[in-house]
């Protein structure tokens, strides 16, 4: 452990700007989706009253995102000299805290240059088109990670994870865009590699996400997130809910119910030892699609090792290589959220959303006090009636966001593991690989989820 | 001031209207652009314009899935596809096209009435009576039961002729073996000498 200053160094860092973006982003939607309309309006028949509270969501994503995009940025800065053994940015106020920020406002009085023979409205629509698509992604997600708190209740769509793959799938539009409009050769081949891979890589991106859906049998992503809900047996990525009954048998065990076990057992796995059999299958394939989404995320967000459109090595810096000043912050920008919303749609699908991994029979014995000494001190900020934190919130809001860094942690360790690929390889790899195994597990899980009663919802008075 | 509820009642068809028309605003030059840009590719990008803002009338119509599909399918994968083929093949954009014969302003113009003339009486045609009950609140499970149910038989025909489309494409596509792999190998790497080339053919 030589690097054990360096590693608390960079933890009391990501703390820090955990603090700095979410205590901000939190303070905004409370301005405006409660302390303006109940405390300066009051008036409920107002029309600035709904109006006010209607706005909350993409106010909340407008100050999230730029905030986030400087941490991310520091994060995966700060994680590399940790990987490779390097000091990283330490100079910038306390021990580099604000190197980003100062890199924000140097980009931003940077001279913005259309080089010549550019097509110009394309050349600007371009940054516009691929960043627009993830703060519209971002939305509906906002409902599933604050447990559908009652401001973020209305982007809460029926069809919520099918809009967010719909969104995320239009910013290769823009790269293909700069690359062309950028007229310089580079950039061309840098947005036609993008395309490819993304057309490619989606397949089995959208598969793996449309196999826990099916599990689900919901695309609503608040209810995905909900039916896991209970302890890391229940999370998706083991089985999607395949190990709800053993849960419930354990619970019941161990409370000493009066309630006939086996019953449980019995509804969760109706035909005996084919359903268990069945249960493991899922386990094992709900496994192995989540290894297929996280790569299908990495090559969509074109991050190392399929970060081709980009190649600096080959392609000087690919479809973005003319862009300078702002439009070069809007691409920033905007792969860095792209990085986070893909971390936090695997949160949200795969590992259980706001939830506890540790089961509550786990918990409870050993700290039964809990509930009954955390309870007084939100009653302490809610007494008055300011509803400025919600514990059916905030402890959610607080796992979402370990859970999400730490996927963007991965991302980053993976960044400074694995090589690039080769573009041949990259195709083969795609076409000949992840989307037949893709396919393949996905139609046998179609077949075992059949066997098994997942996400059991316990029959009427069963219920301890 | 009104309440909002109240207001959307009164208001909710005059704003789908209104919705309607910047849809059709945004939707219509966007489809000129298509066909009188001189880069061709820029055409290709206007398309998923047009194919935007037609999701966007879907959404009026409560049609959530089929605006997503459109904008995921359409608007991305299918225009994508299509501007990436024109720039490999390398259209010529400088190129000036006169038209060909000397009564092709006439024939278009035929054509184009045509067209419009059919299209529009099979409009008019119909009756399009307004029902008054609600869409139904979750449209995939109502879309995913016509596909596997009632309409099971067209679906499968449908797949079937895309299946035989792409397996056409790929034979088309399909490159004709010249030389064994090996020949390439060496000669990309240097280094490779004949012997070490021999050596790896026989292993094979």
Same mark, same amino acid.
């Given at each position: 452990?030589?690097?054990? #200053?360096?590693?608390?160094?960079?933890?009391?860092?990501?703390?820090?700007?955990?603090?700095?973006?979410?205590?901000?982003?939190?303070?905004?939607?409370?301005?405006?989706?409660?302390?303006?309309?109940?405390?300066?309006?009051? @008036?409920?028949?107002?029309?600035?009253?709904?109006?006010?509270?209607?706005?909350?969501?993409?106010?909340?994503?407008?100050?999230?995102?730029?905030?986030?995009?400087?941490?991310?940025?520091?994060?995966?800065?700060?994680?590399?000299?940790?990987?490779?053994?390097?000091?990283?940015?330490?100079?910038?106020?306390?021990?580099?805290?604000?190197?980003?920020?100062?890199?924000?406002?140097?980009?931003?009085?940077?001279?913005?240059?259309?080089?010549?023979?550019?097509?110009?409205?394309?050349?600007?629509?371009?940054?516009?088109?691929?960043?627009?698509? !993830?703060?519209?992604?971002?939305?509906?997600?906002?409902?599933?990670?604050?447990?559908?708190?009652?401001?973020?209740?209305?982007?809460?769509?029926?069809?919520?994870?099918?809009?967010?793959?719909?969104?995320?799938?239009?910013?290769?539009?823009?790269?293909?865009?700069?690359?062309?409009?950028?007229?310089?050769?580079? !950039?061309?081949?840098?947005?036609?590699?993008? *395309?490819?891979?993304?057309? +490619?890589?989606?397949?089995?991106?959208?598969? #793996?996400?449309? +196999?826990?859906?099916?599990? *689900?049998?919901?695309?609503? $992503?608040?209810?995905?997130?909900?039916?896991?809900?209970?302890?890391?047996?229940?999370?998706?990525?083991?089985?999607?809910?395949?190990?709800?009954?053993? @849960?419930?048998?354990?619970?019941?065990?161990?409370?000493?119910?009066?309630?006939?076990?086996?019953?449980?057992?019995?509804?969760?796995?109706? #035909?005996?030892?084919?359903?268990?059999?069945?249960?493991?299958?899922?386990? $094992?394939?709900?496994?192995?699609?989540?290894?297929?989404?996280?790569?299908?995320?990495? *090559?969509?967000?074109?991050?190392?090792?399929?970060?081709?459109?980009?190649?600096?090595?080959?392609?000087? #810096?690919?479809?973005?290589?003319?862009? +300078?000043?702002?439009?070069?912050?809007?691409?920033?920008?905007?792969?860095?959220?792209?990085?986070?919303?893909?971390?936090?749609?695997?949160?949200?699908?795969?590992?259980?959303?706001?939830?506890?991994?540790?089961?509550?029979?786990?918990? @409870?014995?050993?700290?039964? +006090?809990?509930? !009954? !000494?955390?309870?007084?001190?939100?009653?302490?900020?809610?007494?008055?009636?300011?509803?400025?934190?919600?514990?059916?919130?905030?402890?959610?809001?607080?796992? $979402?966001?370990?859970?999400?860094?730490?996927?963007?942690?991965? *991302?980053?360790?993976?960044?400074?593991?694995?090589?690039?690929?080769?573009?041949?390889?990259?195709?083969?790899?795609?076409?000949?690989?992840?989307?037949?195994?893709?396919?393949?597990?996905?139609?046998?899980?179609?077949?075992?989820?059949?066997?098994?009663?997942?996400?059991?919802?316990?029959?009427?008075?069963?219920?301890? | 001031?009104?309440?909002?509820?109240?207001?959307?009642?009164?208001?909710?068809?005059?704003?789908?209207?209104?919705?309607?028309? /910047?849809?059709?605003?945004?939707?219509?030059?966007?489809?000129?652009?298509?066909?009188?840009?001189?880069?061709?590719?820029?055409?290709?990008?206007?398309?998923?314009?047009?194919?935007?803002?037609?999701?966007?009338?879907?959404?009026?119509?409560?049609?959530?899935?089929?605006?997503? %599909? &459109?904008?995921?399918?359409? =608007?991305?994968?299918?225009?994508?596809?299509?501007?990436?083929?024109?720039?490999?093949?390398?259209?010529?954009?400088?190129?000036?096209?006169?038209?060909? %014969?000397?009564?092709?302003?006439?024939?278009?113009?035929?054509?184009?009435?045509?067209?419009? %003339?059919?299209?529009?009486?099979?409009?008019?045609?119909?009756?399009?009576?307004?029902?008054?009950?609600?869409?139904?609140?979750?449209?995939?499970?109502?879309?995913? &039961?016509?596909?596997?149910? &009632?309409?099971?038989?067209?679906?499968?025909?449908?797949? /079937?002729?895309?299946?035989?489309?792409?397996?056409? =494409?790929?034979?088309?596509?399909?490159?004709?073996?010249?030389?064994?792999?090996?020949?390439?190998?060496?000669?990309?790497?240097?280094?490779?000498?004949?012997?070490?080339?021999?050596?790896?053919?026989?292993?094979?």
């Amino acid at each position: 452990m030589g690097n054990a #200053s360096e590693i608390f160094k960079f933890t009391r860092l990501s703390i820090i700007w955990l603090c700095l973006i979410f205590i901000p982003v939190w303070l905004v939607a409370y301005a405006v989706g409660i302390f303006i309309p109940y405390f300066l309006i009051k @008036d409920q028949q107002n029309i600035f009253f709904d109006v006010f509270q209607a706005l909350v969501p993409i106010i909340a994503v407008l100050v999230f995102i730029p905030i986030n995009a400087m941490f991310m940025v520091l994060f995966e800065r700060r994680g590399l000299a940790l990987f490779t053994v390097r000091s990283g940015p330490n100079r910038v106020g306390v021990d580099g805290l604000l190197q980003t920020a100062a890199d924000a406002v140097k980009l931003l009085f940077k001279e913005d240059i259309t080089p010549r023979g550019a097509d110009i409205a394309m050349f600007t629509l371009a940054p516009i088109t691929f960043f627009a698509p !993830s703060v519209f992604a971002a939305i509906p997600l906002l409902a599933a990670v604050t447990n559908d708190h009652p401001l973020f209740h209305i982007v809460n769509l029926p069809t919520g994870i099918f809009y967010v793959l719909a969104a995320s799938s239009v910013p290769v539009v823009g790269i293909v865009m700069g690359g062309w409009a950028s007229n310089n050769k580079y !950039s061309l081949v840098g947005g036609l590699r993008s *395309a490819a891979q993304a057309i +490619s890589y989606e397949i089995p991106l959208v598969l #793996s996400l449309v +196999s826990m859906c099916m599990m *689900a049998k919901s695309l609503d $992503v608040v209810q995905i997130a909900n039916q896991q809900a209970g302890g890391i047996l229940d999370w998706n990525i083991f089985g999607g809910g395949a190990l709800r009954g053993i @849960d419930k048998f354990i619970a019941l065990n161990l409370v000493g119910n009066t309630i006939d076990a086996k019953t449980i057992l019995d509804a969760a796995y109706p #035909s005996g030892i084919l359903s268990y059999i069945a249960a493991g299958v899922l386990i $094992v394939c709900s496994v192995i699609m989540f290894l297929l989404y996280l790569t299908g995320a990495c *090559a969509e967000i074109n991050r190392i090792p399929f970060d081709l459109p980009e190649a600096e090595s080959e392609l000087v #810096s690919g479809y973005n290589t003319e862009y +300078s000043g702002i439009k070069f912050a809007i691409f920033f920008l905007a792969e860095f959220t792209n990085l986070f919303i893909v971390s936090s749609i695997a949160v949200v699908m795969f590992m259980g959303g706001g939830g506890n991994p540790i089961p509550a029979w786990l918990l @409870d014995p050993w700290w039964p +006090s809990f509930a !009954s !000494s955390v309870g007084p001190m939100f009653d302490l900020v809610t007494a008055k009636g300011l509803m400025l934190v919600d514990e059916h919130t905030f402890f959610p809001a607080l796992w $979402v966001i370990a859970k999400t860094y730490a996927f963007v942690f991965f *991302a980053v360790l993976i960044r400074g593991t694995l090589p690039r690929f080769r573009i041949d390889q990259l195709m083969d790899f795609g076409w000949k690989r992840l989307i037949p195994l893709s396919l393949i597990v996905f139609l046998v899980m179609a077949f075992a989820r059949v066997l098994v009663n997942v996400h059991l919802v316990m029959p009427a008075g069963g219920a301890p | 001031m009104e309440n909002l509820a109240n207001l959307a009642e009164i208001n909710a068809a005059s704003i789908e209207t209104w919705m309607f028309y /910047v849809l059709a605003a945004l939707a219509i030059p966007f489809a000129y652009g298509v066909i009188l840009d001189k880069a061709i590719i820029r055409s290709g990008f206007l398309l998923i314009g047009v194919f935007g803002a037609i999701s966007g009338l879907f959404l009026i119509l409560q049609a959530q899935f089929i605006a997503m %599909a &459109q904008i995921m399918i359409y =608007a991305v994968g299918i225009t994508l596809v299509v501007v990436i083929a024109l720039m490999l093949t390398n259209p010529r954009m400088d190129l000036d096209l006169k038209p060909a %014969a000397g009564n092709s302003k006439l024939t278009g113009f035929v054509v184009s009435f045509v067209l419009f %003339a059919v299209i529009y009486l099979a409009i008019r045609s119909d009756a399009w009576p307004i029902k008054g009950e609600l869409p139904a609140a979750s449209n995939v499970a109502v879309i995913g &039961q016509a596909i596997t149910g &009632q309409y099971s038989l067209p679906f499968e025909f449908a797949s /079937v002729l895309l299946l035989a489309a792409l397996m056409g =494409a790929i034979m088309l596509a399909k490159n004709e073996p010249v030389e064994p792999e090996i020949l390439e190998y060496s000669e990309a790497s240097g280094a490779a000498s004949d012997a070490e080339a021999e050596a790896l053919t026989t292993a094979r």
